[in-house]
């Protein structure tokens, strides 16, 4: 049996499609539509972030199962048939790979599928091509950051949880923290604006330091995101009870700032606030205590070519076997379909049997 003979699950079949109909969108069985692909371009990692791996790393995708910058295009091209129109590029870190401006520059070429189906669900701005942003720990932006913006990158997230040096040696294992803020202020020189930066609260490791990073990311034009720490590290020692909520976030820049939620949250992981009547804004994305699964529009692709419907996920589908076996896109586009088909409602972090997924996060793709 080919990966094409395999049969579609039931919500797909329930809908009169069969493994001889093309599926044309990435709707799962709660009306979910999916536009944002995250894709992992590389599982290995220049610092060594405590809540994400160990000192020593993890066991590395052997290079040859890595997927090949046509294959990931592949993938890209036959995803935004479906309706993704987003890409974002992550990792690991994704600026260690070597070709990623190359990446960049094809995925941004690929135009995106808008059909009348579509009902002008699409949030944000309308592009005509898929539009491709990265989440980087920045170190290498300060030499990339302006080839990255030529080659059609939209939209850069940067990752900094501390201001202080020492800090920053201790949480990362590397004292590269000038690296990230030359990388940042390069960002910013190439013109990408605003540019987003990602913190994740720790108790005992910056929690002091919530309205500095704030003022930090205000005094540059860029939007701070605190992601609460989730448990998808390598060592497994995440607590529920450890981790700062969103909700004390919220509580302790409220004695820094005047704090007014902006907008609806939509498919956006973040809840948003004004800052002192803005137009400076600070996100919150508590993706533990306060679950966005319900709007959820993505999925994610890992380096070594598996769809993930979930961070949580604990099945994955291999792309690997049809882009390496000479199966075709439309094998694909089914078991991205099927992958979507079969999603589940929610992470269920606080349900009594959940399992952090093997894989954490580096080599998931944040
Ligand atoms: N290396 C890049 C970076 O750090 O931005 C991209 C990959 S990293 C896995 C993507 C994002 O996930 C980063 O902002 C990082 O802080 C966040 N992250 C990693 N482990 C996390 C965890 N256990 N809980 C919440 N966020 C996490
Ligand atoms: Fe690397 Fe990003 Fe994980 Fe830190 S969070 S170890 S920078 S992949």
Redesign the pocket.
């Given at each position: 049996m080919t990966l094409t003979d395999l049969p579609f699950p039931g919500s797909l079949r329930e809908r009169g499609e069969s493994k001889g109909e093309l599926p044309t969108s990435l709707v799962d069985r709660f009306g979910r539509v999916h536009r944002d692909l995250r894709i992992?371009l590389t599982d290995r990692?220049?610092?060594r972030?405590t809540?994400?791996m160990p000192a020593e790393g993890v066991p590395w995708i052997a290079k040859d199962n890595l997927l090949s910058t046509d294959e990931l295009v592949r993938v890209a091209a036959v995803a935004a048939g479906l309706g993704i129109t987003e890409v974002r590029l992550?990792?690991?870190?994704?600026?260690l790979r070597r070709d990623v401006v190359d990446v960049v520059r094809r995925m941004a070429a690929i135009p995106v599928r808008r059909s009348s189906a579509d009902g002008g669900g699409v949030s944000g701005p309308r592009h005509d091509m898929l539009e491709v942003s990265?989440?980087?720990?920045?170190l290498r932006l300060a030499e990339l950051a302006p080839a990255l913006r030529d080659a059609g990158l939209a939209r850069v997230?940067?990752?900094i949880?501390t201001l202080r040096r020492d800090r920053f040696a201790e949480l990362t294992r590397r004292d590269r923290l000038d690296d990230v803020l030359a990388g940042i202020d390069a960002s910013i020189a190439a013109g990408f604006a605003p540019i987003k930066l990602?913190?994740?609260p720790m108790r005992g490791v910056n929690d002091d330091e919530f309205a500095d990073l704030v003022r930090f990311a205000v005094e540059r034009g860029a939007e701070l995101r605190f992601?609460?720490?989730?448990?998808?590290?390598a060592g497994h020692t995440?607590s529920r009870a450890e981790m700062v909520t969103g909700e004390e976030i919220l509580g302790v820049l409220s004695r820094e700032f005047a704090l007014e939620p902006v907008g609806e949250r939509g498919s956006s992981p973040a809840e948003v606030f004004s800052i002192d009547g803005g137009p400076a804004t600070v996100g919150v994305?508590a993706?533990v205590t306060a679950p966005f699964c319900g709007a959820c529009d993505r999925v994610r692709l890992t380096a070594d070519g598996q769809v993930r419907n979930c961070l949580f996920a604990r099945t994955e589908d291999d792309l690997v076997p049809i882009l390496r076996g000479g199966g075709s896109d439309e094998d694909l586009a089914r078991v991205l379909a099927r992958s979507i088909a079969v999603k589940r409602a929610g992470h269920g972090i606080d349900e009594p049997g959940f399992l952090q997924p093997s894989r954490?996060?580096?080599a998931?793709?944040?």
């Open positions: 992992s990692c220049s610092l972030c809540y994400c992550t990792g690991g870190e994704p600026l990265i989440t980087t720990n920045g997230n940067i990752s949880d990602n913190a994740v992601i609460e720490q989730m448990p998808l590290d995440w994305i993706s954490p996060m580096s998931i793709g944040g």
